[in-house]
């Protein structure tokens, strides 16, 4: 596994997270789910403080979605990011990544909009695009309810980053809402058995059985992992989207669809800020004792200040 080049503060998180297997069973799934929500609501007792947050719902094209809107501590109205987790598609929360968003909207000076969509297997592919899209549409329509200026960006991290690159599709493909800006963070696209990264990393927090696993939940058929709007890797062309920040991890089984996905934005003439964190791991930017996740969410945050002008 090359331990020794892992980033000493992500090893040790590996190391704790190796210890709680992924389930591959709907039982297992349905207790996972339950531990990472009592887990998350531990640690989020001590977590950083923004400006407000602000629990609610909003509409979905299949009922309301939780969501949870994060105030910068400052005079508004602000650019909104609206956000959804990773997870494989299958795990995941609001407050699994609340952490992550408070860091976020501190540092860009943005409303952060975090999202919980349907989750699989329950509620296979398209559910997610749905719900990712309708949660974009109506904070575009809505800005005074996300203490919004009418600029919006989309971002996430994982299974979520491929949302918000889909929802960046969508709209360029459908004439809106307008996105101003995409961040995926590590997002899982163009993933291949065969890619280097899946071969020399497949272990390090995601091994070839997992990634086949939330595959089987989400996708339901194979036909549908060839749809656009499942993996923007499928799109021809995606000329017209939002500028991008691509982030990937160096030893992440999904760096190389990543990477890949920032090539073909900057082919596709899309202005493209590609960031590998050489030392990092999959999931690394929701680590909250690693002193690199916090550098990583500046980042990010600088490139949002960057293309939405933020003061």
Known sequence: MQAEKIDPQARAAVERQQRIPMPHSRRGLKLLRLVSRATAWVQNRNAPSVGATVDGTIPGPAGDLDARLYVPDADGPFPTVVFFHGGGYVLGSIGTHDWLCRHLTRESGCAVLSVDYRLAPEHPFPAAVEDARAAVEWAAANPDSVAGNGQVAVAGDSAGGTLAAVAALAAAERDGPEIDYQALLYPGVGVEE??????????????????????????????????????????????????????????????????????????????????????MVHGFMTLRDVDRAREAIADVADDLVDALAVR
């Open 194 to 279: 065969s890619q280097q990264s899946v071969r020399d990393h497949a272990g390090i927090v995601l091994d070839e059985a997992d990634l086949r696993w939330f595959r089987d939940c989400y996708y339901g058929s194979e036909i549908h992992e060839r749809n656009p709007y499942a993996d923007p890797t499928n799109a021809g062309d995606v000329s017209g989207v939002a500028p991008a920040t691509v982030v990937t991890a160096g030893f992440d089984p999904l760096r190389d669809g990543g990477k890949a996905y920032a090539e073909q934005l900057v082919r596709d003439g899309v202005p493209t800020r590609y960031r590998n964190y050489e030392d």
